[in-house]
């Protein structure tokens, strides 16, 4: 005679204390998503109002220890805690994707972009302040800009090098490519190059169409000294763009003119640390990283 199991010990949750659990559960995260999504605006607003009152700070500071009775715009660095005339070395770091009260112009990350703040300090000592979006080379759409506007702007070069020298006479193609760059938001010196230079790339094919873009934060106008001539003057560090293998290298030039004209064609000009990097490694950080030390050597500008 088969034996009958006794199931009158056998204990579990019936279908409806499931429903139940699983209701409760569901109105518990309802709740807290809410709460914890609050809680971190909260803190993102904090981090950006910190960092406005900072560059401020900072802004009013480097003003009084220049030149305080002019206009001058200053873009702070979140990391160093520091003000500059240019973004060269600033990575976006807004966090709130809506305004906040933080005393500043604009919202800090719009669009997934997160900017950083510029000060206007007047010479009556008041300050202004904004989140702005100025492009910067750490942004991968910048540079893809800048390669679409050279391969579809060709004429303006035409096998020849345009530069920031050139870029001053309204009637050059340096100008038309800078304004170019302009009226898309690319302000190159706001960036950073306060001389640069485009040239074509020398490759084995005649079809290739590559480009080098070459900048750097340096005046080399007030290093040059005509006693010295055009190639034996203070070296000068230089970060390099390749628009055919998309890589960032580090050069240094001691070739350059009384107007500022740069000759960085030779291969030698290459930073040895920088030409031993791995191609997959040359990016804007890493070149970023040899030029700051460079720029840290380069001897104080001449009187």
Known sequence: MPMIKNRENQWGFTLAELLIAVAIIAVLVAVSI????????KSKAAADQANVRSAKSAAICAH??????????????????????????????????KDVDDN???????????????????????????WTGDHSFFQSDTIAFIQKTIQEKEEYFNNTVIDSIAAERTDSKAYNFDCTLKEAGLDLAKMGASMWQLRKVRTSSSEDKHYALYWTAVDVRKYFDAAKGATEQTPIPII???????????????????????????????????????????????????????LADLSPEPN
């Open 104 to 130: 500043a112009d604009g919202i800090p990350n719009e669009n997934g972009t997160a900017k950083i703040v510029s000060v206007t300090v007047h010479a009556d000592g008041t300050a202004a302040c904004a």
């Open 64 to 97: 009084m220890s220049s030149d305080p009775y002019a206009t001058a715009v200053y873009y702070y660095d979140a990391e160093s805690g520091t003000v500059s005339s240019s973004i060269l070395n600033i990575r976006g770091y807004g966090k709130s994707s």
């Open 34 to 41: 809410p709460v914890f999504s609050n809680q971190l605006d």
């Open 240 to 294: 390099r763009y390749n628009s055919g293998t998309g890589t960032f290298t580090v050069w240094t030039t001691s070739n350059y003119t009384a107007e500022g004209k740069l000759a960085v064609d030779n291969e030698y000009s290459q930073n040895s640390e920088s030409k031993n990097t791995p191609k997959a490694d040359q990016t804007y950080e890493s070149a970023l990283k040899i030029y700051n030390k460079l």
